[in-house]
């Protein structure tokens, strides 16, 4: 892999102003994506999750939202400070974005083919017979069949699985080196999804592109992404390969997460072992560990202090206090699977 | 588990077709047939618009059927208030049949759980208005103080507490509002209740809670369950039974743990194989089944194995009729040409 780093994000913090205070919805997140991989963000509603990837390019209506600290570079460059107008340029140019629920980010009143070309339309780059060259080529890419037709089509006339597949041929269509999925399959049926994952992985592989995905599906991630981010209440907790996160669990939520999943594994006895309690408030968040009020292992530090980040190695790192040295030895609820229990 | 001769609700050629426009009808369930003892769950799967909602709903009598028949405790159920001809026949009842008893009668043993806990619950109505309702339906003369008393003890069995008893909706998490409509659903002391994807609007941590409330709810108070979903691995977890459906039909029947060991349908076999596994050994080394296309259209579809044009054993029989459902093995039956008894 090239360790070329395309994007760096610093410490980064962004609220929003509303009648009830401020909701801190990203709380001091730093990472950063190299080329050609795939970098899964993990976590529950609320967490911050998607507010992060769309800081990314600038998209959180502000006001009420504001970046409050940090940094994030796009090959070097600093974004926060860029204005409207030379965010265009960076929008779908250089980041393609795919929205979460392709039902209702598609206009109604517009034909798919139009909606591709929207991107070159404003920056008069493609003559109209090119532009429809590249449109046609980008719907054969992300597996539409008869795209001549379709090309001509609204989006009531298409099934959820092809709006999908719509949004991504919009995010890609004039090759950005990043692309930023948004829960890409959440509304899809299993059978689409498998679908759509094969194509975020063609990206990957065959172009060469980088991906960041943002689901809450384990599932997902642990089909498709190199490395891990899990975030809990505005921060990442744990951060590492996929394996180290799956086989190597260190951070308390991400193995409570991992054994209240309904896996293929479980058998009817057994209890899932769900997570107690509710998400942080994040009008005012905890001032010790995020997790601390729902952990069954939390200690009093927990409540008082925010962990610092611990390095369990070069690339797995996890924010908890039972990695300090004084902190007692225990064991998490270990994830094992047999291959034979599954299909 | 013991299983009486009887089954609890017995749906036998159920069809609900829908009429678009002159000449264009949907098929949304089509001659789905099968049974649900009493005590045990059995799971709905299949892809969204394949018909696993409609058939809930024509359960609980919320969607009147074209065609069939559904039995609960040996009753039909829609033949007391909707044919005419079927009371003329029983001429010694008509007298004592009131349909609109009939129905409440009905609604105190059957119940359904909603999917979307954010729209199924009137946010108007206070926590004590939405679960009390259907006790004073059935209660006419209950005193407030017996009333809150239920409702107290339902919110328990739910795991809220007694002061939410006078909030609103809004108050409430995604998973505490589906904690409301599970009380709510439990309030009339029913015996068979339909959860209709009760989990997919929930996040993953509140999902194994409110599967964990189910199974412990069901096991007090001796309830069956009909549970519909399109996540597979919490079907296997919560069912006995499964029933896989496709475009309206039902392909394959099975005890839970066969079905998953042994998939015989093509549809199955592929639909069990995209399950996204959480753990990323297995999830890369798996061999995937990606079907091809999309589901067709259910109106107006043609007389041939609905999933003919996405099979990869497709022949050219099955292009020419619809396979039955045969029982292939005991307790395991499946809608394919590729298995001939």
């Known amino acids: 892999m090239n360790d070329k780093k395309l994007i760096e994000i610093d410490n980064l913090e962004f609220s929003f102003n509303t009648y009830g205070g401020e909701v801190q919805a990203v709380r001091g997140v730093s990472f950063e994506v190299n080329q050609g991989e795939i970098v899964g963000i993990v976590g529950e509603s609320g967490c911050g999750k998607s507010v992060t990837a769309q800081c990314l390019m600038k998209l959180n209506p502000e006001p009420p939202g504001f970046f409050k600290k940090g940094s994030i570079k796009y090959k070097g460059e600093e974004i926060i400070s860029k204005t409207e107008r030379q965010m265009r340029k960076i929008r779908g140019l250089e980041i393609g974005f795919v929205f979460q629920d392709p039902m209702t980010s598609l206009n109604p009143t517009m034909k798919i083919g139009k909606q591709i070309e929207e991107i070159f339309i404003e920056r008069k780059m493609y003559s109209r017979g090119k532009m429809k060259e590249k449109a046609l080529e980008i719907l054969k890419t992300v597996g539409i069949s008869d795209s001549e037709t379709r090309y001509n089509q609204y989006p009531h006339e298409l099934s959820g699985g092809m709006k999908q597949r719509v949004m991504i041929a919009i995010a890609l269509v004039a090759e950005p080196s990043v692309v930023i999925a948004d829960e890409p399959t959440t509304s899809l049926d299993v059978t689409i999804e498998a679908q759509i994952l094969d194509l975020l992985r063609k990206l990957k592989e065959d172009l060469g592109k980088s991906v960041i995905l943002i689901t809450h599906d384990l599932g997902v991630i642990a089909k498709l992404c190199d490395r891990v981010l899990v975030m809990y209440g505005g921060k990442i907790v744990e951060r590492g390969t996929v394996d180290e996160i799956f086989y190597e669990t260190r951070h308390p939520y991400t193995s409570g997460l991992l054994s209240s999943i309904a896996g293929l594994d479980k058998k009817r006895e057994d209890e899932l072992s769900p997570i107690l309690g509710t998400p942080p408030d994040l009008f005012s968040p905890p001032i010790g560990c995020p997790f601390a009020a729902r952990c069954e292992h939390a200690m009093e530090i927990c409540l008082e202090e925010l962990p610092e980040e611990y390095e369990v190695s070069p690339e797995h790192k996890t924010m908890c206090w039972l990695e300090n040295e004084q902190a007692p030895n225990i064991k998490l609820k270990a994830k094992s699977y047999e291959e034979s229990d599954l299909i | ?341």
Do not use: W
Request: a positive charge; one cysteine or more.
């Open chain 2, 1 to 341: 588990m013991t299983k009486e001769n009887n089954p609890l609700m017995r749906v036998e050629n159920l069809s609900k077709h829908f009429k678009i426009k002159e000449g264009q009808i949907l098929k949304a369930v089509d001659d789905a047939s099968f049974d649900i003892y009493r005590g045990e769950t059995v799971g709905l799967v299949g892809e969204s618009g394949c018909g696993k909602s409609t058939t809930g709903r024509c359960l609980v009598k919320l969607e009147q059927p074209t065609k069939g028949e559904v039995y609960f405790e040996d009753k039909e159920i829609y033949k007391h208030k909707y044919h005419k001809e079927y009371l003329q026949q029983q001429s010694q009842n008509i007298a004592e049949i009131n349909p609109e008893q009939a129905k409440l009668d009905y609604t105190k043993d059957v119940q359904m759980i909603f999917q979307n806990p954010y729209s199924s619950l009137n946010p108007r109505m206070t926590v004590k208005d939405i679960v009390g309702e259907g006790i004073r339906l059935h209660h006419k003369n209950i005193k407030n103080k017996e009333l809150e008393e239920r409702i107290e003890y339902l919110l328990k069995d739910v795991g809220l507490s007694k002061d939410h008893i006078s909030r609103f909706p809004h108050e409430f998490s995604g998973g505490q509002r589906q904690r409301i409509g599970i009380a709510r659903a439990l309030s009339v002391d029913p015996k068979f209740i339909v959860c209709d994807e009760p989990i997919s609007a929930l996040d993953v941590s509140v999902q194994a809670q409110v599967i964990n409330m189910l199974k412990k709810i069901q096991k007090e108070r001796d309830l069956t369950y009909l549970f519909i979903a399109h996540d597979l691995s919490v079907v296997k977890y919560i069912s006995d039974k499964v029933v896989v459906m496709y475009l309206g039909n039902i392909v394959e029947k099975a005890d839970s743990e066969d079905l998953y060991k042994n998939p015989m349908h093509p549809y199955t076999q592929a639909l069990l194989s995209s399950i996204p596994i959480a753990n990323p050994k297995i999830a890369k080394s798996r061999k995937r089944i990606v079907l091809e296309g999309e589901l067709s259209s259910p109106i107006n579809p043609k007389e041939q194995c609905r999933f003919a044009d996405r099979c990869k054993h497709v022949m050219p029989i099955c292009k020419e009729n619809k396979p039955p459902l045969i029982t292939y093995e005991e307790n395991h039956e499946v809608a394919c040409h590729l298995y001939k008894k």
